[in-house]
DNA sequence: CTGAAAGCGCTAACAG
DNA sequence: CTGTTAGCGCTTTCAG
């Protein structure tokens, strides 16, 4: 069933089959004004009889843009697949771009190969906009971004990016906040399984837990972790058991992480949470999964994936400074503590 | 900051940079034999010095094809966020690609209006072929896809596609075989909590179920649910135990949805697997998550993504039909039966 | 209101 | 081996 890949119809075709100019079918394809309606009506007649759709690389290359704007997924295999969040970053991009007739093309970058071709694709024209998902410090793709001078919102606060936009949470504060609640539940002995000290938000939910705890803080209460990860939280905190045994309460550096911590916990035995208390980071589903459901910081994931993506619309229509955006992350208390 | 967007440099600016004439930078951009030494070198300093990336707005023009692949999904939101399956899939298709260099590009379908400007993307010829993941049947995408003659490859079976390349596994030999082994267990009375049914996999799965039980099967026992997720596989057990309080065997179409079943089960007092024994479908992550760990049909997820993509390059390469491919689904038995 | 013509940045013949 | 010349399909002056 060979399906022949006809030759596809162009501008100059309508223009032929309605009997009009090609000036004038590109006129009634942006909508412009000052087209008579007898010529109006014939073009789309015409558009229609011969299936015209207009090739977006001819217009991307005179009109210097796409209409589209990327979003770069920039982790670790295991996490992308773990990690609820990221969906819904993406799902709240979408929405947002969605009603400005954007196209959002979510871009993956796996390997070091993967992130020079991104680069490249970047560079290319095709992308008018990017907006960044967990970048590292001194990464190769921010770098080409702000070379690029391309517009862009990061998700997060990374450190090397001067004033681009950016749209965040207050890791720190929150972190530092459910620290005290935990500890307030009448916890002597708190710890940490912190993950990911190489991204800001590990970092900055590490230095709120450090905050909260004051003069209290034993570096022996902190255990560090690669990745915010089920399997990355279990070893965690079976470490942390050996060498703190008589720990109570812990904060894991997310709910995924906590869960795994949950899983330690319960193999050795203590009761969740009479024996230790247990706090998570995100609000995703882990923390509703857990037994017993988790108390977290909730992280309105899709409100950050929106919020970046008005911000690089914002900049496509000229605005030129973003400020830093900080969404609220209210604290859901259940039962794990 | 005002980060002034300077004109990028063009092929004509390398050109002029280097003495030579476009023509010539072109057949060095592209890795073409003829062209003497010094020119190259001279060609290339020229590119380093005035910093120049090709358009890739402007070669897909001529070229007629854009060196990228999409991949949809067409979920609802729920189940993108809740499955980790997709990740896997992505991931797979982006190895694939890479290796050919080709830009992978996930396009989501969230909305109607997402659909509509979709298909128009694709049509648009920025994008080449693409992977169809969870295609439904009467699709307006893949009708788009197929009317385009767009090279395309499908994971999983849709009805309606004629002979387009498609790659899956064998959904129903798997849901026969693990319903099999859930009754050779000693159950008497065997369930199902059927998900997704307007999609090839949930209706093969349930046939599979049904294959299994051969003259014992009992409508009754069966409970549909419209999604592969946590929650209604928990509502679709509960409504299952209400109806049937004997049962003590339960299949269901996916790891998530088992998962949300070993709650009901759980919270109605049944022990796992003494009182019933339950198994899933993925062996996703959610398996080893389970308490205890889920008894499932591994779906080798990232190896459909990496065929698929394999397939739609085969078909950029020339290549008119693709047989359908079938991957290996075994069975992981584990404690939760 | 509309046609003609120029050109976005690149590649691909075709002569040299 | 290399320069010249046409376009790819679309938008956009600029004259009418």
Redesign the pocket.
């Known amino acids: 069933m060979e399906t022949e890949r006809r030759?596809?119809?162009?501008?100059?075709?309508?223009?032929l089959e309605a009997?009009?100019?090609?000036?004038?079918?590109?006129?009634v394809?942006?909508g412009?004004?000052?087209?008579?309606?007898?010529?109006?009506a014939a073009i789309e007649a015409a558009i229609a009889r011969v299936g015209?759709?207009?090739?977006?690389?001819?217009?991307s290359?005179?009109?210097?843009s796409s209409q589209a704007i990327g979003l770069i997924v920039h982790e670790p295999h295991s996490l992308f697949v773990e990690d609820p969040n990221i969906a819904s970053i993406l799902l709240g991009a979408n929405s947002a771009l969605s009603e400005a007739d954007y196209q959002l093309s979510c871009l993956i970058a796996d390997t070091p190969r993967d992130v020079d071709r991104l680069a490249r694709y970047l560079s290319g024209?095709l992308i008018d906009g990017v907006i960044i998902v967990s970048a590292r410090v001194g990464d190769p793709i921010t770098r080409a971004v702000v070379e690029l001078g391309l517009p862009a919102a990061f998700v997060g606060n990374p450190r090397d990016i001067g004033d681009a936009a950016h749209v965040a949470i207050d890791n720190r504060g929150s972190a530092r906040e459910i620290t005290k609640r935990l500890a307030g539940t009448g916890r002597r002995r708190v710890g940490m399984v912190a993950a990911a000290l190489d991204r800001d938000s590990g970092a900055d939910r590490l230095a709120g837990f450090v905050d909260a705890l004051g003069g209290d803080f034993d570096p022996q209460l902190v255990e560090r972790v690669p990745f915010y990860s089920f399997s990355d939280g279990k070893a965690g905190m079976k470490r942390l058991l050996d060498r703190v045994p008589d720990i109570d309460g812990v904060f894991a550096s997310s709910d995924a992480v906590a869960a795994g911590a949950i899983e330690a916990l319960r193999e050795a035995g203590r009761r969740i949470p009479d024996d230790v208390g247990i706090v998570g980071f995100d609000d995703s589903s882990w923390a509703l999964r857990c037994d017993p459901p988790l108390s977290t910081v909730h992280q309105p994931a899709d409100q950050l994936g929106s919020a970046a993506a008005r911000a690089v619309l914002a900049q496509l229509d000229g605005q030129t400074f973003t400020a830093p955006i900080l969404l609220e992350s209210p604290i859901v208390w259940r039962e794990s503590a």
């Open positions: 030759r596809r119809a162009t501008v100059k075709d309508v223009a009997g009009v100019s090609r000036g004038t079918v590109s006129r394809l942006n412009q004004p000052y087209v008579s309606e007898d010529a109006r015209f759709v207009p090739n977006r690389a001819a217009r290359l005179v009109m210097q024209g």
